[in-house]
């Protein structure tokens, strides 16, 4: 088929010098070719002046990019494509990288420190004064490490699937050996233990239970029961005399009345959550039925 005139355009002057074969377009330099094109109007002219017809541009054609200088690919072109794999390749890398940061191992310290800690509490049969304040040093460490490994996860955005996991493990182990060892050793009562540890066990069960409704957030007074908790239970550590002696055991019995009154307010939280969840849940299905 032959090239539009330019007359039809607008304007008198003869075809273009593409008009007459409407031949395709010849790709600009350092382009990539596209799929083929028809030919019909791939040559057509632009407006001419007083009568002399200009090669009008190339709108279709094999080798036309639209920004041959820059080398981009016009719409149509071929899509430049991932190297097979390469997206999850990308993605394992990051995941991997993620899980070495600097809150993911202060967990993991803690979770080192727990054998640690038991062997140091039991040595030299656990009432060795200068063993027991080894054992304190690390409980101090494993109990501040707990503060500062969810603060860096959550302002730099490091939380990860294993801090997740295993940062409430590690809690709950150096508390728990903690206690089972101050109580093996006669130095507290084993339903001191039996509340906490049952508490927190408990509690943790929960938030598991009501997850499908939502999360139970952690509330003041449960920060406050675990700083008092840990005060207490480092007191208890070090072999204490005299006034101090007397001081951790109401340091102690502050730590078991937050531990219980805090318990009974994440019950109270958890039953609302799922009352609540239930009540959305079956609004969503009427309306789904309407």
């Not at 632009?46 to 041959?68: D, E, F, H, I, R």
């Not at 219980?260 to 299905?285: C, F």
């Amino acid at each position: 088929m032959t090239g539009v005139p330019a007359s039809a355009a607008g304007g008198p002057g003869a075809p273009g010098p593409r008009g007459a074969a409407g031949t395709a377009g010849t790709a600009p330099v350092g382009t990539e070719p596209g799929p083929a094109a028809p030919t019909v109007g791939a040559g057509t002219s632009a407006p001419g002046a007083a009568g002399t017809g200009t090669p009008g541009a190339v709108t279709s054609g094999p080798g036309t990019s639209g920004a041959g200088a820059s080398g981009a690919v016009a719409p149509g072109g071929p899509v430049p494509k991932t190297p097979l794999g390469g997206t999850k390749i990308g993605a394992a890398a990051v995941n991997q990288a993620s899980l070495w940061n600097v809150a993911n191992l202060l967990t993991m310290l803690r979770l080192v420190l727990v054998p640690g800690f038991v062997a140091l509490m039991l040595a030299d049969g656990g009432y060795d004064p200068a063993w027991r304040a080894w054992a304190w040093a690390a409980f101090a460490v494993a109990m501040i490490t707990d503060v500062f490994d969810g603060h860096l996860a959550r302002t730099y955005n490091l939380v990860t699937d294993f801090g997740k996991i295993a940062d409430p493990i590690a809690d709950k182990a150096i508390m728990g050996a903690a206690l089972i060892c101050l109580s093996y050793l006669g130095d507290l009562p084993w339903w001191v233990t039996g509340v906490i540890l049952g508490r927190e066990l408990g509690i943790t069960l929960l938030r598991f239970v009501v997850i499908r409704y939502g999360v139970i957030p952690a509330s003041r007074g449960g920060k406050l029961k675990t700083l008092t908790q840990g005060i207490a239970v480092g007191m208890y550590v070090l072999a204490l005399t005299g006034p101090l002696a007397s001081l951790r055991f109401w340091v102690m019995a502050a730590a078991v009345a937050l531990t219980v009154v805090t318990g009974a307010d994440y019950v109270r939280q958890a039953i609302v959550l799922r009352r609540r969840g239930m009540a959305a849940r079956k609004a969503a299905a009427r309306e789904a039925q309407a």
